[in-house]
């Protein structure tokens, strides 16, 4: 599965202000911490589920089935695999754009959501069988059945991703921008109460 958020909040911040370095700390810190644990659990499901038939749990509400996938949701692309990894090269870049400027930490927990996923299935593409740039993302979580009857197995980086893109939507409705500020229902810039005095001072 692959996506990303709107960019609609890609506009530079006003005056063009450098990116606030705590805030680019948690969207590293973030995506670091998606990558490993998308590691964690694909190694784990090579090792476990292998030759093995669906787990069911929680009652027939998810089932863990290791499935490897050459395309994106339900197999989709899956003859043209190589499209992927450059895909997602783009979406890393846009948002090694995007943090140029970053001053918000919701916006950093979303684009670290977004950059982790991005980057967990890129691993894949690059170093799984069949080959290079080629390579089939592992996949290992289906809900409602064991065989993608009612959604796509899916991994916790496509997770992580689809959280990314969720909390941006959520930031873009609410009216938080990238450089810490906020728009009213007006269109005009409005305080944000997470944003310090010295940095709504500096932003006037």
Not at 7 to 17: E, L, M, V
Not at 53 to 76: D, F, H, K, Q, T
Not at 146 to 157: D, K, R, T
Not at 180 to 192: F, I, N, Q, S, T
Request: hydrophobic content about 50%; glycine content about 12%.
């Amino acid at each position: 599965m692959t996506a990303a958020p709107s960019a609609g909040s890609g506009s530079a911040a006003p005056g063009g202000r450098r990116a606030r370095p705590a805030a680019v700390a948690i969207l590293a810190g973030t995506a670091l911490a998606a990558v490993l644990i998308d590691l964690l659990t694909k190694h784990l499901a090579l090792a476990n589920l292998t030759d093995r038939e669906p787990v069911r749990l929680l009652g027939g509400l998810i089932y863990l089935n290791l499935v490897r996938n050459s395309g994106a949701a339900w197999s989709i692309g899956s003859d043209h695999t190589w499209v992927f990894p450059l895909i997602t090269i783009a979406v890393i870049g846009w948002i090694g754009w995007m943090a140029v400027r970053l001053r918000s930490t919701p916006w950093a927990v979303s684009l670290g959501l977004v950059l982790g996923g991005a980057l967990g299935n890129l691993i894949d593409r690059i170093f799984r069988a069949p080959g290079h740039f080629v390579g089939h993302v592992v996949d290992m979580i289906s809900v409602f059945g064991p065989f993608a009857e009612y959604f796509p197995v899916f991994n916790l980086a496509d997770s992580s991703l689809v959280c990314g893109v969720v909390l941006a939507l959520l930031l873009e409705l609410t009216g938080r921008q990238r450089d810490g500020g906020r728009v009213g229902r007006d269109g005009r810039p409005a305080e944000d109460p997470a944003v310090t005095g010295a940095e709504q001072r500096e932003r006037a």
